[in-house]
């Protein structure tokens, strides 16, 4: 193991940089009986990250926020290198939050020459929503998950719901895995217009923006003619087109067994999730919902 370096701090939170001193740190907070939550982030933090955080603080004592931007679940043709890494204005957002610890390596530290190991994701990683548009982007994610579960080893993580399908791959990688942390869903907090927050709103024009809500309402029309009784395939045509009429590039619009992510062909027992994806632009939005 490398050798513990002194955190440096921004505005009372401490920054390691390196897994020697993140597990330092959390490995006195445990000594002192404390419970560890663990917030993984690529940054860029909105009043969406900020509610993970919160969540994270009511069921913890102590709250680390990982912040790295992970290039293995990204493309080459995405946006890894103009992804925003507003990093000291994170810093101060997380301890205004009552953040205690930010991990923040760089791709060496986590990926350092010779790394040759990525976790292959099966279930609902290969449902055919995202990873049909981004297909190793739950590998990466899940490796880099893993990590971060074994170099801080909290007790629980919290992730949010707006990304859905990243929710229930990592819940399936804990269970399949046997890491021994509890995993918390947070609801997706969204604009007063409806849009989910996401860091890539920022990538949005005046005129996508305004356009962007959108994406929500579909969803709530599809889910409102679905409670009423409409044929599932029926719903999400109309849902599709209403999109594409009002100049979406619509990647998907599904519902799905909100567990497994198992395409549903008629509402049965099992709980529903309307899941999505868009583009407007060069930006592509995701949005989920419960039927
Ligand atoms: O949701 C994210 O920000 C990322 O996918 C995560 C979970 C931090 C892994 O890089």
Request: glycine letters at 6%; proline letters at 5%; charged letters at 25%.
């Amino acid at each position: 193991m490398t050798a513990r370096s002194v955190p440096s701090e921004i505005a009372g939170v401490a920054i390691a940089r390196d897994v020697a001193t993140l597990r330092a740190i959390v490995a006195e907070w445990r000594a002192a009986k404390a419970r560890i939550a663990l917030v993984p982030s690529m940054g860029a933090l909105h009043a969406g990250h900020l509610s993970l955080v919160a969540e994270a603080k009511e069921r913890a004592d102590r709250t680390v926020l990982s912040i790295f931007v992970n290039p293995t679940q990204f493309a080459p043709s995405e946006d890894l290198g103009s992804y925003p890494r507003p990093f000291a204005r994170d810093i101060e957002a997380f301890a205004a939050a009552g953040g205690d610890l930010v991990f923040a390596p760089d791709a060496a530290e986590i990926y350092p020459a010779g790394f040759a190991t990525i976790i292959s994701v099966g279930g609902p990683a290969k449902a055919g929503l995202e990873d049909k548009f981004r297909p190793d982007h739950f590998a990466g994610v899940a490796t880099v998950v893993a990590k971060l579960f074994n170099e801080c080893r909290p007790d629980l993580a919290v992730f949010g719901e707006k990304d859905y399908q990243q929710l229930k791959v990592v819940e399936r990688m804990v269970r399949d895995l046997d890491f021994c942390i509890g995993i918390v869903a947070a609801p997706t907090l969204r604009e007063k217009d409806g849009l989910a927050l996401s860091s890539r709103n920022e990538y949005l024009s005046p005129e996508e923006r305004a356009k962007a809500p959108l994406l929500y309402a579909t969803l709530v029309s599809c889910r409102a003619a679905l409670r009423d009784g409409a044929a599932i395939d029926v719903a999400l045509a109309s849902a599709r087109a209403r999109l594409a009429n009002a100049g979406f590039g619509v990647d998907y619009v599904e519902a799905r067994d909100a567990e497994t992510l198992a395409p549903m062909a008629e509402i049965g027992r099992a709980a529903i999730r309307l899941l999505c994806a868009a583009r407007l632009g060069k930006t592509r939005l995701i949005d989920n919902i419960a039927v």
